[in-house]
């Protein structure tokens, strides 16, 4: 510890944030305000906030204050970060261990709509004239199925890592031909998730989306 760091102005902190109510979004008064109301120096109080920033207890936005509670997530740097210390494979890796649970969530919750949604998306996949056009309906499928999982949560984390996966490629991998081959490995794959899910069949469906990934993941190697 500090040896510098006054334990009694750390010990008031303390007491202060245990004894008070602060607004929804945690914000302390104002250094000046809060050392006048602990009786300490502003300098004493800066090393007891670093302290208990250090612990966790609280956390500062330059410009904004000082906070107690959770930090929020920093969406953006936080996929900015991802985005320098990850790769494809590891992109895959995370998708393979989340999707298959948000296709069981979708075979469980969805509604007859979202599930004619889900199929058209499939249908619209088969039928598109370019790579570029098959990835839109590729992607909008498994966020349609997303959807369904009725979770928000579950919908929020794959976007955020959608996000990430858009920023983590090892440029064009689709040459030739222009669309994807009638016998795309793809097709097949998706209409066992679909039905799947149509089914209200929760294993199944999580089974067959872990065997599309890794079919996915086996023909992203061969690309590289």
Request: proline share 4%; hydrophobic share 40%; aromatic share 4%.
């Amino acid at each position: 510890m500090d040896q510098d760091l006054d334990l009694d102005a750390l010990g008031k902190l303390r007491r202060f944030l245990a004894d008070n109510e602060f607004p929804e979004d945690g914000r302390l008064p104002p250094e000046r305000e809060l050392a006048q109301s602990l009786d300490v120096g502003r300098a004493v109080l800066r090393k007891a906030l670093a302290t208990l920033q250090a612990e966790g207890v609280v956390w500062r936005h330059v410009g904004k204050g000082t906070f107690t509670g959770d930090r929020p997530i920093d969406t953006v740097a936080d996929i900015n970060a991802m985005v320098q210390r990850t790769n494809p494979l590891e992109v895959m890796g995370a998708r393979i261990a989340f999707e298959p649970e948000i296709a069981r969530c979708a075979a469980l919750n969805a509604t007859g709509s979202q599930i004619a949604d889900i199929r058209n998306c499939m249908i619209k996949a088969q039928q598109a004239p370019t790579w570029s056009q098959y990835e839109q309906w590729d992607n909008r499928l498994h966020r349609t199925i997303a959807e369904a999982s009725q979770n928000s949560l579950l919908i929020g984390l794959l976007d955020t890592l959608n996000a990430v996966r858009r920023a983590v490629t090892w440029g064009r991998l689709r040459q030739t031909p222009v669309r994807p081959p009638v016998d795309h490995h793809s097709f097949a794959e998706h209409e066992r998730i679909v039905e799947a899910i149509a089914e209200r069949d929760g294993a199944g469906a999580a089974d067959s989306m872990r065997r599309h990934l890794r079919s996915v993941e086996s023909h992203m190697r061969d690309l590289r």
